[in-house]
Protein backbone atom coordinates (compact mmCIF):
# COMPACT_ATOMS: atom_id res chain seq x y z
CA UNK A 1 0.00 0.00 0.00
CA UNK A 2 1.75 3.06 -0.89
CA UNK A 3 2.46 5.90 1.57
CA UNK A 4 -0.77 8.72 1.90
CA UNK A 5 2.31 11.30 1.13
CA UNK A 6 2.83 9.29 -2.38
CA UNK A 7 -1.19 8.90 -2.61
CA UNK A 8 -2.24 10.27 -5.86
CA UNK A 9 -5.75 12.18 -4.28
CA UNK A 10 -7.41 12.98 -7.86
CA UNK A 11 -8.32 9.41 -7.84
CA UNK A 12 -11.09 7.23 -5.62
CA UNK A 13 -13.32 7.78 -3.30
CA UNK A 14 -14.03 11.56 -2.79
CA UNK A 15 -14.97 10.96 1.14
CA UNK A 16 -12.36 8.41 1.36
CA UNK A 17 -9.68 10.71 0.08
CA UNK A 18 -11.21 14.05 2.50
CA UNK A 19 -11.36 11.96 5.69
CA UNK A 20 -7.52 10.67 4.94
CA UNK A 21 -6.54 14.45 4.43
CA UNK A 22 -8.53 16.00 7.19
CA UNK A 23 -8.27 13.82 10.23
CA UNK A 24 -4.49 14.79 10.18
CA UNK A 25 -5.19 17.88 9.32
CA UNK A 26 -7.61 18.74 11.98
CA UNK A 27 -5.41 17.23 14.83
CA UNK A 28 -2.49 19.17 13.18
CA UNK A 29 -4.37 22.60 13.71
CA UNK A 30 -5.54 21.23 17.19
CA UNK A 31 -2.00 20.87 18.16
CA UNK A 32 -1.02 24.38 16.85
CA UNK A 33 -3.92 26.01 19.01
CA UNK A 34 -2.32 23.60 22.33
CA UNK A 35 0.10 26.44 22.32
CA UNK A 36 -1.86 29.31 23.15
CA UNK A 37 -4.05 26.83 25.28
CA UNK A 38 -2.00 25.33 27.60
CA UNK A 39 -0.42 29.24 27.77
CA UNK A 40 -3.93 30.26 29.34
CA UNK A 41 -4.51 26.81 31.66
CA UNK A 42 -1.72 27.45 33.41
CA UNK A 43 -1.13 31.43 33.12
CA UNK A 44 -4.81 31.32 34.45
CA UNK A 45 -3.31 29.96 38.05
CA UNK A 46 -1.73 33.02 38.20
CA UNK A 47 -5.31 35.26 38.05
CA UNK A 48 -7.30 36.89 35.89
CA UNK A 49 -4.48 40.19 35.11
CA UNK A 50 -2.17 37.62 33.61
CA UNK A 51 -5.14 35.49 32.06
CA UNK A 52 -6.17 39.00 30.27
CA UNK A 53 -2.38 40.22 29.59
CA UNK A 54 -1.55 36.75 27.66
CA UNK A 55 -5.01 37.21 25.64
CA UNK A 56 -4.71 40.55 24.54
CA UNK A 57 -0.84 40.36 23.97
CA UNK A 58 -1.53 36.89 21.78
CA UNK A 59 -4.20 38.67 20.01
CA UNK A 60 -1.46 41.40 19.05
CA UNK A 61 1.35 39.07 17.81
CA UNK A 62 -1.75 37.02 15.58
CA UNK A 63 -2.51 40.22 14.01
CA UNK A 64 1.65 40.96 13.21
CA UNK A 65 1.81 37.14 12.07
CA UNK A 66 -1.74 37.28 10.18
CA UNK A 67 -0.69 38.96 6.71
CA UNK A 68 1.75 35.87 6.57
CA UNK A 69 -0.48 33.10 7.47
CA UNK A 70 -2.25 34.54 4.15
CA UNK A 71 0.81 34.10 2.28
CA UNK A 72 1.11 30.71 2.60
CA UNK A 73 -2.54 30.39 1.57
CA UNK A 74 -0.87 31.18 -1.86
CA UNK A 75 2.06 28.83 -1.18
CA UNK A 76 -0.96 26.45 -0.84
CA UNK A 77 -3.00 27.39 -4.08
CA UNK A 78 0.61 26.67 -5.89
CA UNK A 79 1.82 23.47 -4.61
CA UNK A 80 -1.64 22.00 -4.98
CA UNK A 81 -2.17 22.89 -8.54
CA UNK A 82 1.66 22.04 -9.52
CA UNK A 83 1.52 18.55 -7.59
CA UNK A 84 -2.33 17.90 -9.48
CA UNK A 85 -0.74 18.78 -13.01
CA UNK A 86 2.20 16.16 -11.73
CA UNK A 87 4.79 19.07 -12.32
CA UNK A 88 7.04 18.20 -8.71
CA UNK A 89 9.98 20.59 -9.66
CA UNK A 90 7.15 23.62 -9.91
CA UNK A 91 5.95 22.39 -6.37
CA UNK A 92 9.60 22.24 -5.43
CA UNK A 93 10.22 26.30 -6.55
CA UNK A 94 7.11 27.25 -5.37
CA UNK A 95 8.34 25.58 -1.46
CA UNK A 96 11.86 27.29 -1.64
CA UNK A 97 9.94 30.81 -2.93
CA UNK A 98 8.07 30.47 0.01
CA UNK A 99 10.67 30.50 2.32
CA UNK A 100 12.76 33.61 1.15
CA UNK A 101 9.31 35.53 1.30
CA UNK A 102 8.88 34.07 5.24
CA UNK A 103 12.53 34.99 5.69
CA UNK A 104 11.82 38.62 4.59
CA UNK A 105 8.60 39.10 6.33
CA UNK A 106 10.33 37.54 9.69
CA UNK A 107 13.12 40.14 10.27
CA UNK A 108 10.64 43.26 9.75
CA UNK A 109 7.79 41.72 11.71
CA UNK A 110 10.09 40.45 14.32
CA UNK A 111 12.11 44.31 14.59
CA UNK A 112 8.18 46.31 14.33
CA UNK A 113 7.17 43.87 17.02
CA UNK A 114 10.00 44.26 19.67
CA UNK A 115 10.33 48.00 19.04
CA UNK A 116 6.53 49.05 20.20
CA UNK A 117 5.27 46.58 22.45
CA UNK A 118 4.56 48.64 24.79
CA UNK A 119 2.93 50.93 22.98
CA UNK A 120 0.41 48.67 20.95
CA UNK A 121 -0.76 47.72 24.50
CA UNK A 122 -1.37 51.02 26.08
CA UNK A 123 -3.42 52.12 22.42
CA UNK A 124 -5.80 49.10 23.84
CA UNK A 125 -6.09 51.43 26.94
CA UNK A 126 -5.73 48.54 29.63
CA UNK A 127 -4.93 48.58 32.88
CA UNK A 128 -1.06 49.31 33.70
CA UNK A 129 -0.74 45.55 35.43
CA UNK A 130 -1.91 43.64 32.54
CA UNK A 131 0.22 45.78 29.78
CA UNK A 132 3.37 45.10 32.36
CA UNK A 133 2.18 41.42 32.02
CA UNK A 134 1.58 41.15 28.42
CA UNK A 135 4.71 43.53 27.45
CA UNK A 136 7.27 40.83 28.77
CA UNK A 137 5.16 38.12 27.10
CA UNK A 138 4.70 39.66 23.86
CA UNK A 139 8.06 40.46 23.19
CA UNK A 140 9.74 37.11 23.83
CA UNK A 141 6.55 35.93 21.29
CA UNK A 142 8.10 38.48 18.42
CA UNK A 143 11.81 37.47 19.09
CA UNK A 144 10.45 33.77 17.89
CA UNK A 145 7.95 35.01 15.55
CA UNK A 146 10.42 33.79 12.69
CA UNK A 147 10.47 30.49 13.93
CA UNK A 148 6.86 30.40 14.07
CA UNK A 149 6.67 31.24 9.96
CA UNK A 150 8.83 29.07 9.64
CA UNK A 151 7.02 26.24 11.03
CA UNK A 152 4.01 26.86 9.30
CA UNK A 153 5.07 27.61 6.20
CA UNK A 154 6.66 23.79 6.37
CA UNK A 155 3.62 22.34 7.68
CA UNK A 156 1.78 23.87 4.60
CA UNK A 157 4.20 23.05 2.05
CA UNK A 158 3.35 19.16 3.02
CA UNK A 159 0.14 19.09 3.52
CA UNK A 160 -0.79 21.06 0.08
CA UNK A 161 1.44 18.36 -1.27
CA UNK A 162 -0.75 15.65 0.10
CA UNK A 163 1.44 14.46 3.02
CA UNK A 164 -0.98 15.46 6.09
CA UNK A 165 0.89 12.84 8.57
CA UNK A 166 4.19 13.99 8.65
CA UNK A 167 3.36 17.77 9.82
CA UNK A 168 1.09 16.04 12.30
CA UNK A 169 3.45 13.93 13.62
CA UNK A 170 5.82 16.91 14.02
CA UNK A 171 3.15 19.13 15.66
CA UNK A 172 2.75 15.94 18.35
CA UNK A 173 6.48 15.83 19.08
CA UNK A 174 7.15 19.49 19.36
CA UNK A 175 3.72 20.08 21.25
CA UNK A 176 4.62 17.07 23.97
CA UNK A 177 7.83 19.43 24.59
CA UNK A 178 5.65 22.63 25.09
CA UNK A 179 2.91 20.66 27.32
CA UNK A 180 5.87 19.15 29.75
CA UNK A 181 8.17 22.30 30.09
CA UNK A 182 5.25 24.96 30.36
CA UNK A 183 4.53 25.18 33.77
CA UNK A 184 8.04 24.51 34.77
CA UNK A 185 9.34 27.86 33.45
CA UNK A 186 6.11 29.27 34.93
CA UNK A 187 6.00 28.34 38.15
CA UNK A 188 9.78 27.89 38.59
CA UNK A 189 9.58 23.85 39.07
CA UNK A 190 12.89 21.97 40.19
CA UNK A 191 15.69 23.85 38.47
CA UNK A 192 13.10 25.81 36.43
CA UNK A 193 13.63 29.88 36.69
CA UNK A 194 10.12 31.30 37.92
CA UNK A 195 9.26 33.60 34.79
CA UNK A 196 5.88 34.06 34.63
CA UNK A 197 3.72 34.72 31.99
CA UNK A 198 7.16 34.83 30.46
CA UNK A 199 7.84 31.30 30.98
CA UNK A 200 4.52 30.74 28.87
CA UNK A 201 6.31 32.65 26.03
CA UNK A 202 9.62 30.92 25.84
CA UNK A 203 7.99 27.42 25.90
CA UNK A 204 6.56 28.59 22.99
CA UNK A 205 9.70 29.74 21.45
CA UNK A 206 11.54 26.66 22.34
CA UNK A 207 8.85 23.75 20.91
CA UNK A 208 7.94 25.85 17.65
CA UNK A 209 12.00 25.86 17.06
CA UNK A 210 12.04 21.74 18.03
CA UNK A 211 9.30 21.57 15.34
CA UNK A 212 10.53 23.49 12.68
CA UNK A 213 14.73 22.04 12.61
CA UNK A 214 12.28 18.85 11.90
CA UNK A 215 9.99 19.89 9.79
CA UNK A 216 13.16 21.37 7.60
CA UNK A 217 14.65 17.87 7.97
CA UNK A 218 12.02 16.74 6.27
CA UNK A 219 11.50 18.80 3.56
CA UNK A 220 15.29 19.12 2.77
CA UNK A 221 15.40 14.83 2.86
CA UNK A 222 13.13 12.62 1.38
CA UNK A 223 10.87 12.15 4.13
CA UNK A 224 7.78 13.62 2.19
CA UNK A 225 7.00 14.58 -1.57
CA UNK A 226 8.19 17.65 -1.48
CA UNK A 227 11.82 17.34 -1.21
CA UNK A 228 14.13 20.65 -1.18
CA UNK A 229 18.06 20.44 -2.31
CA UNK A 230 20.28 22.99 -1.90
CA UNK A 231 20.60 23.23 -5.16
CA UNK A 232 17.64 24.99 -6.08
CA UNK A 233 18.09 27.62 -3.44
CA UNK A 234 17.66 30.84 -5.57
CA UNK A 235 15.14 33.62 -5.77
CA UNK A 236 12.47 33.38 -8.23
CA UNK A 237 10.62 36.23 -8.70
CA UNK A 238 8.10 35.70 -11.22
CA UNK A 239 6.91 32.55 -8.61
CA UNK A 240 6.95 35.16 -5.71
CA UNK A 241 4.71 37.23 -7.67
CA UNK A 242 2.32 34.74 -7.94
CA UNK A 243 2.56 33.50 -4.72
CA UNK A 244 2.02 37.29 -3.34
CA UNK A 245 -0.84 37.90 -5.72
CA UNK A 246 -2.77 34.90 -4.36
CA UNK A 247 -1.53 35.25 -0.74
CA UNK A 248 -2.25 39.53 -0.63
CA UNK A 249 -6.20 39.26 -0.52
CA UNK A 250 -6.09 36.74 2.33
CA UNK A 251 -3.43 38.18 3.79
CA UNK A 252 -5.66 41.46 4.01
CA UNK A 253 -8.85 39.39 5.15
CA UNK A 254 -6.57 38.27 8.15
CA UNK A 255 -5.10 41.01 9.12
CA UNK A 256 -8.61 43.06 9.24
CA UNK A 257 -10.00 40.17 11.05
CA UNK A 258 -7.19 40.22 13.40
CA UNK A 259 -7.15 44.13 14.00
CA UNK A 260 -11.05 43.92 14.41
CA UNK A 261 -10.16 41.14 17.25
CA UNK A 262 -8.54 43.70 19.14
CA UNK A 263 -10.85 46.58 18.48
CA UNK A 264 -13.54 43.82 20.17
CA UNK A 265 -10.89 43.95 22.87
CA UNK A 266 -11.26 47.72 23.16
CA UNK A 267 -15.22 47.42 23.45
CA UNK A 268 -14.36 44.91 26.44
CA UNK A 269 -11.82 46.90 27.89
CA UNK A 270 -14.36 49.37 30.06
CA UNK A 271 -16.37 46.77 31.57
CA UNK A 272 -13.58 45.60 33.42
CA UNK A 273 -10.67 42.75 33.49
CA UNK A 274 -13.34 40.51 34.65
CA UNK A 275 -15.15 40.93 31.17
CA UNK A 276 -11.54 41.27 29.12
CA UNK A 277 -10.77 37.47 31.04
CA UNK A 278 -13.80 35.96 30.32
CA UNK A 279 -13.85 37.25 26.68
CA UNK A 280 -9.84 35.56 26.37
CA UNK A 281 -11.31 32.36 27.93
CA UNK A 282 -13.88 32.28 25.30
CA UNK A 283 -11.67 33.30 22.58
CA UNK A 284 -9.80 30.03 23.17
CA UNK A 285 -12.78 27.92 23.45
CA UNK A 286 -13.93 29.36 19.73
CA UNK A 287 -10.39 28.99 18.56
CA UNK A 288 -10.87 25.11 19.59
CA UNK A 289 -14.02 24.93 17.42
CA UNK A 290 -12.68 26.71 14.63
CA UNK A 291 -9.62 24.43 14.58
CA UNK A 292 -12.35 21.93 13.34
CA UNK A 293 -13.49 23.17 10.74
CA UNK A 294 -10.13 24.40 9.42
CA UNK A 295 -8.52 21.03 9.19
CA UNK A 296 -11.75 20.22 6.75
CA UNK A 297 -11.42 23.16 4.76
CA UNK A 298 -7.77 22.73 4.28
CA UNK A 299 -7.89 19.08 3.24
CA UNK A 300 -10.80 19.93 1.41
CA UNK A 301 -8.99 23.05 -0.36
CA UNK A 302 -5.99 20.52 -0.77
CA UNK A 303 -8.47 18.06 -3.00
CA UNK A 304 -9.87 21.45 -4.97
CA UNK A 305 -6.31 22.70 -5.59
CA UNK A 306 -5.15 19.34 -7.18
CA UNK A 307 -8.00 18.35 -8.90
CA UNK A 308 -7.88 21.45 -10.57
CA UNK A 309 -4.58 21.21 -11.30
CA UNK A 310 -5.39 17.79 -12.94
CA UNK A 311 -8.86 19.30 -14.52
CA UNK A 312 -11.14 17.36 -12.32
CA UNK A 313 -13.49 20.24 -11.27
CA UNK A 314 -16.41 18.39 -10.58
CA UNK A 315 -14.21 16.13 -8.04
CA UNK A 316 -12.82 19.74 -6.74
CA UNK A 317 -16.46 20.65 -6.14
CA UNK A 318 -17.73 17.38 -4.49
CA UNK A 319 -15.00 18.39 -1.97
CA UNK A 320 -16.06 21.51 -0.59
CA UNK A 321 -19.55 19.92 -0.57
CA UNK A 322 -18.90 17.11 1.26
CA UNK A 323 -16.58 18.82 3.78
CA UNK A 324 -19.31 21.38 4.86
CA UNK A 325 -21.78 18.70 5.45
CA UNK A 326 -19.49 16.72 8.10
CA UNK A 327 -18.42 20.40 9.80
CA UNK A 328 -21.93 20.94 10.32
CA UNK A 329 -23.03 18.05 12.10
CA UNK A 330 -19.57 17.79 14.54
CA UNK A 331 -20.49 21.82 15.05
CA UNK A 332 -23.99 21.31 16.08
CA UNK A 333 -23.57 18.86 18.22
CA UNK A 334 -20.64 19.99 19.77
CA UNK A 335 -22.76 23.22 20.60
CA UNK A 336 -25.99 21.99 22.44
CA UNK A 337 -22.95 19.80 24.49
CA UNK A 338 -21.34 23.20 25.17
CA UNK A 339 -25.20 25.18 26.01
CA UNK A 340 -26.04 22.30 28.37
CA UNK A 341 -22.30 22.18 29.90
CA UNK A 342 -20.60 25.34 29.32
CA UNK A 343 -19.16 25.03 33.24
CA UNK A 344 -16.90 22.19 31.85
CA UNK A 345 -15.43 23.72 29.65
CA UNK A 346 -14.52 27.40 30.99
CA UNK A 347 -13.06 25.64 34.37
CA UNK A 348 -10.46 24.23 32.00
CA UNK A 349 -8.86 27.69 31.51
CA UNK A 350 -10.24 29.40 34.49
CA UNK A 351 -11.05 28.51 38.12
CA UNK A 352 -12.43 31.89 39.91
CA UNK A 353 -16.31 31.50 40.33
CA UNK A 354 -17.04 34.90 39.36
CA UNK A 355 -14.97 34.35 36.15
CA UNK A 356 -16.35 30.78 35.59
CA UNK A 357 -20.01 32.18 35.65
CA UNK A 358 -19.29 34.71 33.84
CA UNK A 359 -17.36 33.17 31.06
CA UNK A 360 -20.01 30.47 31.34
CA UNK A 361 -22.82 33.33 30.60
CA UNK A 362 -20.41 34.21 27.23
CA UNK A 363 -20.15 31.11 26.27
CA UNK A 364 -23.98 30.28 26.18
CA UNK A 365 -24.37 33.11 23.57
CA UNK A 366 -21.39 32.25 21.72
CA UNK A 367 -23.02 29.11 21.10
CA UNK A 368 -25.57 30.66 19.13
CA UNK A 369 -22.90 31.39 16.16
CA UNK A 370 -20.79 28.11 16.75
CA UNK A 371 -23.37 26.13 15.09
CA UNK A 372 -23.35 27.70 11.67
CA UNK A 373 -19.73 29.06 12.02
CA UNK A 374 -18.13 25.95 10.74
CA UNK A 375 -19.17 26.38 6.95
CA UNK A 376 -17.05 29.86 7.31
CA UNK A 377 -13.72 28.27 7.84
CA UNK A 378 -14.57 25.42 5.58
CA UNK A 379 -15.01 27.56 2.67
CA UNK A 380 -11.92 29.90 3.08
CA UNK A 381 -9.80 27.18 3.29
CA UNK A 382 -11.19 25.78 0.14
CA UNK A 383 -11.35 28.80 -2.37
CA UNK A 384 -8.15 29.54 -0.63
CA UNK A 385 -6.81 26.20 -1.84
CA UNK A 386 -8.30 26.88 -5.29
CA UNK A 387 -6.57 29.79 -5.54
CA UNK A 388 -9.30 32.49 -4.86
CA UNK A 389 -9.10 34.13 -1.93
CA UNK A 390 -10.43 37.71 -3.16
CA UNK A 391 -14.23 36.79 -2.80
CA UNK A 392 -13.26 35.82 0.82
CA UNK A 393 -11.56 38.79 1.61
CA UNK A 394 -15.10 40.90 0.27
CA UNK A 395 -16.85 38.85 2.32
CA UNK A 396 -14.43 39.55 5.29
CA UNK A 397 -14.29 43.12 5.11
CA UNK A 398 -17.77 43.74 4.96
CA UNK A 399 -18.26 41.07 8.03
CA UNK A 400 -16.56 42.94 10.15
CA UNK A 401 -16.78 46.34 9.92
CA UNK A 402 -20.29 46.65 7.97
CA UNK A 403 -21.94 44.70 10.64
CA UNK A 404 -19.65 43.11 13.51
CA UNK A 405 -17.68 46.32 14.85
CA UNK A 406 -20.64 48.53 14.29
CA UNK A 407 -23.28 46.13 16.12
CA UNK A 408 -20.73 45.51 18.93
CA UNK A 409 -20.18 49.45 19.50
CA UNK A 410 -23.82 49.71 19.25
CA UNK A 411 -25.42 46.46 21.66
CA UNK A 412 -23.46 47.53 24.61
CA UNK A 413 -25.47 50.58 24.68
CA UNK A 414 -28.96 48.90 24.50
CA UNK A 415 -30.91 48.18 27.92
CA UNK A 416 -28.53 46.57 30.02
CA UNK A 417 -26.86 44.52 27.58
CA UNK A 418 -23.18 45.69 28.25
CA UNK A 419 -20.11 43.80 27.66
CA UNK A 420 -22.63 40.90 26.55
CA UNK A 421 -23.91 43.24 23.58
CA UNK A 422 -20.76 42.31 22.43
CA UNK A 423 -20.73 39.00 22.46
CA UNK A 424 -24.51 39.08 20.72
CA UNK A 425 -22.48 41.00 18.24
CA UNK A 426 -19.79 38.49 17.89
CA UNK A 427 -22.46 35.54 17.51
CA UNK A 428 -24.11 37.25 14.69
CA UNK A 429 -20.71 37.81 13.03
CA UNK A 430 -20.76 34.17 12.45
CA UNK A 431 -23.84 33.34 11.05
CA UNK A 432 -23.64 35.38 6.93
CA UNK A 433 -20.50 34.86 6.13
CA UNK A 434 -21.44 30.69 5.36
CA UNK A 435 -24.65 32.10 3.09
CA UNK A 436 -22.19 34.45 1.61
CA UNK A 437 -19.84 31.69 0.84
CA UNK A 438 -22.66 29.09 -0.07
CA UNK A 439 -23.80 31.16 -2.88
CA UNK A 440 -20.47 32.08 -4.48
CA UNK A 441 -19.66 28.60 -4.24
CA UNK A 442 -22.44 27.39 -6.19
CA UNK A 443 -21.80 29.83 -9.16
CA UNK A 444 -18.66 28.45 -9.53
CA UNK A 445 -16.26 30.92 -10.75
CA UNK A 446 -13.77 29.43 -8.78
CA UNK A 447 -13.57 26.52 -10.33
CA UNK A 448 -11.95 29.07 -13.64
CA UNK A 449 -9.44 30.75 -10.88
CA UNK A 450 -5.98 30.48 -12.40
CA UNK A 451 -2.52 30.58 -10.46
Known sequence: MKNSADKDWTEGNIIVNLMMLSWPVVISQSLNMVGPTIDLIWVGRLGETSIAAVGVSGMAVMFIMSAMMGLSQGTRAMVARFIGAGDMPGANNVAVQSFNISACYSIIMASVGILFTENILKILGLHPDVILE????????????????????????????????????????????????????????????????????????????????????????????????????RVDLSIIWRIVKIGIPASIMGMQRGLGQLILMVFMVPFGTTAVAAHTVIQRVEMIMVMISMGLGIAAGTLAGQNLGAMKPERAEKSGLYACGITEVIMIFSSILLFIWPEYAVKIFATDPVLVETSSLYLRIAVVGFTVMGLGPVFMQFFSGAGDTMFPMIVSLINTWALLLPMAWLLPKIGDLGATGVRWAMSGGMIWPGIAYMIYFKIGKWKKKEV
Open 134 to 233: GATYMRIMFIGVGIGLFRMMAESIMQASGDAITPMKIGFIFRVVHVLICPFLIFGWWISPKMGVSGAAMANVISQSIGLIIGLSVLFGVGTRISISMNNI
